[in-house]
C-alpha cells in the first residue's frame, strides 16, 4: 500500500509541477538513503494525513531547488528567502498531496483520507525523522533540482 | 475587462494560503472583480461575512481553526442567498457532498487554469 500510495503522490507532483509552475519533471523510487540530519539549507514540507491510514508525507528539498521552484510558482524574481517562496511550496505540497489522496480515495478502497495543512521547516540540521522511522521516498528531478518525497504509514511496517 | 455600465463584482477570499490569496488575485482583479476581503481561516469569514455581504465567497476546505465546510454552513445558516464556492486541493466524493449539503453553489479544485476559474466564477455570480 505504501508503494502505491508513493505512486500517486510522485505522479500527482509531476502534475502539478507542470500545471502550475510549467516545470517538466520525472520522478523515481530510486531514492538515495538520506540522513537523518539534513544537510545544508533544507525546506521541508509537513502534511499529515487520517482515515483509514494514518500517516506523514514530507517535501524536501535545498534551499536553491526552493528558491527556482518558488520563483517559477509565483512568475516573478523574488529575493533569498522571500516569504512568497515558502507560501507557495506550502501550496504547493498540499496540491499535490490533496490531488493524490482524491485518487486514493476515489479508488475501490475509499480510505476516506482527510489531509492536515501542511507547515514549513527551513534550516539546517533537521531532523524529520527518527533514524528508525520507517520511510519510503521517491525523488522527482528536473533541470533546476531535486525534490524528495518521504512516506511515513503509522505502524512503520511497508504497508 | 467588465462592460462600463456593469456593477463591479465583489469577491471574498478564504484559504490558508497568502500564495492563494495572490493568484487568486492576478486572475480575478484584471477581469473586473473587487477582492473585498481575505481571510486565512472559516472562523475569520464566519465573523467577516456579514460586515462585507460580497456577491461570491471563494473558500477553501483544508483550513486552520475552522475548515471550509463547517464555515459553509455557518454563514448559509444566518445568510440563505450568500453565494459559495469551494476551492480546494482535495475533490473525492465524499467531499463534493459535504460541500454541497453545507450550502456551497459548486466546487473548484486546484489547480485552477485562469480561464477556468474565470468561467466558474461567472457562472456562480448568475446563479
Redesign the interface.
Known amino acids: 500500500m505504501g508503494g502505491e500510495y508513493l505512486a500517486n503522490l510522485a505522479d500527482s507532483l509531476v502534475t ?1 509541477m507542470d ?2 509552475a510549467g516545470l517538466t519533471c520525472e520522478w523515481s523510487e530510486k531514492a538515495p538513503q538520506l540522513p537523518a540530519i539534513t544537510e545544508g539549507v533544507t525546506v521541508v514540507s509537513l502534511l499529515g494525513f487520517t482515515g483509514a491510514e494514518k500517516g506523514r508525507v514530507v517535501m524536501e528539498m535545498d534551499i536553491e531547488t526552493a528558491q527556482k521552484i518558488g520563483e517559477a ?2 512568475q516573478e524574481e523574488l529575493g533569498p528567502f522571500d ?2 517562496i515558502f ?2 511550496l ?2 504547493l505540497s ?6 493524490a ?2 485518487q486514493i ?2 479508488g475501490p478502497r475509499r480510505p ?1 483520507l ?4 501542511p507547515n514549513i521547516l527551513v534550516g539546517e540540521g533537521l531532523e524529520i525523522f527518527g533514524e528508525r522511522a520507517h520511510l519510503e521516498t521517491a525523488s522527482v528531478f528536473w533541470e533546476g533540482g531535486l525534490i524528495y518525497i518521504h512516506l511515513s504509514l503509522e505502524g512503520g511496517a511497508a504497508l | 475587462m467588465m462592460a462600463e455600465n456593469q456593477t463591479q463584482k465583489r469577491i471574498m477570499l478564504v484559504d490558508d494560503s497568502p500564495f492563494i490569496h495572490k493568484a487568486l488575485s492576478k486572475a480575478l482583479v484584471p477581469a473586473g472583480y473587487e477582492i473585498c476581503g481575505t481571510f486565512r481561516n472559516g472562523l475569520q469569514a464566519v465573523e467577516a461575512y456579514g460586515n462585507l455581504l460580497p456577491d461570491l465567497l471563494i473558500m477553501d476546505i483544508t483550513m486552520p481553526v475552522m475548515d471550509g465546510v463547517q464555515a459553509a454552513r455557518e454563514i448559509t445558516a444566518r445568510y440563505p442567498g450568500a453565494k459559495i464556492a469551494m476551492l480546494s486541493a482535495m475533490g473525492d466524493e465524499d467531499i463534493l457532498a459535504e460541500a454541497k449539503e453545507a450550502g456551497a453553489l459548486g466546487f473548484m479544485t486546484k489547480p485552477f487554469a485562469n480561464d477556468e476559474l474565470l468561467a466558474a466564477v461567472s457562472d456562480y455570480l448568475t446563479k
Open positions: 502539478v500545471k502550475m510558482l509565483n516569504k512568497m507560501y507557495a506550502s501550496e498540499n496540491i499535490f498531496c490533496g490531488a489522496i482524491t480515495n476515489n476516506g482527510r489531509l492536515t495543512p
